[in-house]
């Protein structure tokens, strides 16, 4: 099983999706929005990811993120029932680790429900699945940083993929979401570009 990868990024894509080169092999690894502006490290740079090998009878993907505690918390998500791989990258590109802690203590349902891919049943059981499972990062509650670029409910990703098709590279755009992570549930896209173009021209 591969646990680990360092190596170039040769390309990403704006689902999350990225082509890493080890050694002259590519490997092709999934990863959560955000991950690769986490990691430091734009395409032709060297980065290092921790590695969850998923391996089936008729399929064997990677899953990519930039620390371990990521790692961790998407390994503790596939555990849920009705949750595979694919939901919990997809969740991790929406929502902090301490966020997403913070709503399953709190029995937050409605903030889950905003998540690409959960519904309120699915929602529901994970306040209870995943109670006492998560990893203690930071406090809940406080000032702790986000381990993770949170994007909104359809917005973010739409933000992020309109930057790239512009020709911003996605640790650029990931940069221009965490700025504007508090204007993603208000803010119109329109408005959500305009302001990100305004942040990448004097970055």
Known sequence: MIGRLRGTLLATDSDGAAL???GGV???VHC?????????????????LAIHTHAREDQLALFGFASEAERLVFRTLVSVPNVGPKLAV???G???IEELRRAVQERDVPRLKQLSGIGAK????LTVQLRDKLPDTGPVGGTGARTAAPVAHGKGKQLHAAL???????????????KLTSRLPD?????LLKEALALLATA
Do not use: H, N, W
């Open 26 to 28: 590519g490997y092709e």
């Open 20 to 22: 890493v080169d080890v």
């Open 90 to 92: 997809t969740i991790l």
């Open 94 to 96: 929406q929502i902090g």
């Open 164 to 178: 790239v098709s512009m020709g911003y590279k996605a640790a650029k755009a990931d940069m221009a979401l965490d």
């Open 122 to 125: 699915t929602a529901e059981v």
């Open 32 to 48: 959560p929005l955000g991950t690769f502006g986490r990691a430091r490290a734009e395409v032709g740079q060297e980065v290092t």
């Open 187 to 191: 803010a119109d896209l329109a408005t």
